[in-house]
């Protein structure tokens, strides 16, 4: 299983971007996806998931109302749209895909495979 990030970019306080997830080997539907970021000097973190059934989605409390996970089932893809961003954003986000419990579906233990970062950088 492969998994491609990309969308990243500059973008101001205040902007838009969304980050796709391409996933190859296995259908997306197969697992909980997952989205995590890392700043430079922090600990990689939780931002968003999407469940393998039934498609519930959970986020980290930082991007609540501002962050939408989803999936596109028929094109093998996920979707990180993000508005209203700040400069607290800033980080390389990486997609997962894993079999995740709830207990962990906010943990990096949680996921199997991940793609390469792609990085996010909101200027203030």
């Known amino acids: 299983v492969q998994l491609q990030a990309s969308g990243g970019g500059l973008v101001q306080a205040g902007g838009s971007l969304r980050l796709s997830c391409a996933i190859s080997g296995r259908t997306v539907s197969s697992y909980t996806m997952g989205w995590f970021r890392q700043a430079p000097g922090k600990e990689r973190e939780f931002v968003a998931a999407v469940r393998q059934s039934g498609g519930r989605t959970y986020y980290a409390e930082s991007v609540k109302s501002r962050f939408t996970i989803s999936r596109d089932n028929a094109k093998n893809m996920v979707y990180l749209q993000m508005n209203s961003l700040k400069p607290e954003d800033t980080a390389a986000y990486y997609c997962?895909?894993?079999?995740?419990?709830?207990?962990?579906?906010?943990?990096?233990?949680?996921?199997?495979?991940w793609g390469q970062g792609t990085q996010v950088t909101v200027s203030s």
């Open positions: 997962a895909a894993g079999n995740s419990i709830l207990s962990s579906i906010a943990t990096s233990a949680g996921y199997v495979h």
